[in-house]
């Protein structure tokens, strides 16, 4: 799938939330509206006037989030309030793709497509030590015997399964790699490695949960892939992952 059609959807989505929303306050609107109780009246206004502006905030987040992607310029004081609107959003805007028939996993792919870009329109430059390689566990072989996760180099490059590779790019890049078994393990490497950049390594799921967790740290997410189902011998585009390494390296484009 183009790359522009998956960020197309996330942020078709996101405006459907908005519409969505004000379809929910019009009829909410047109219900109380017919009581002409005194009260209901000041009630209705003041909701109405906290719905505007979150609209205004809201709406005003979308179209800094299209103007920076369209520009492909990063405009550092707007970044919170970006990612923000997008948080805000985002749960919204998954239930309404899922009503629209959109599987879970595409949505997910879709926002990380539009996250992963805006680290990219951000061209952080960031030396190779201060990155951090955040596998997981399900990439390894699962007949492998040697405990990755607690150390990788105790992984021997066989070949079978793409840690081998992926420690052997790691070292001639020079970034720091890891293998976690799960959320809970990639927050604790994260807050004890203090990278100043992530390229993470994960199915949408835990991706789109994780880049949610670190918006302080600049996050390049690589989707892995699941010839054999998910959480078990997953696979993992290399070439993905050295690219998103050099755009950290070298600050934007190769
Ligand atoms: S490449 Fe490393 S982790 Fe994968 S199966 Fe071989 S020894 Fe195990």
Redesign the pocket.
Known sequence: MDDRVRKRLFITLLACSLLFLVFVFSFAWWLVAKQYLFVNQIILTLALMFFILLFLIAGAGIFFLVFSLWRAQNYRILNTYIHKTIDFLFPLALTIGQWLGFEKDRIKNSYIQVSNQLVKIARPQISPENILILAPHC???V??P?K?TVDVNN??????????DL?TLSREKGTQLVIATGGTFARKFVKERKPQAIVAIACERDLTSGMQDVDKIPVIGVVNERPEGPCHNTRVNLCEVERAINYFIQGGEV
């Open positions: 990439l390894q072989r007949q492998c040697h990755i992984c021997r490059g066989c070949g079978l399964c793409p840690v081998g420690l």
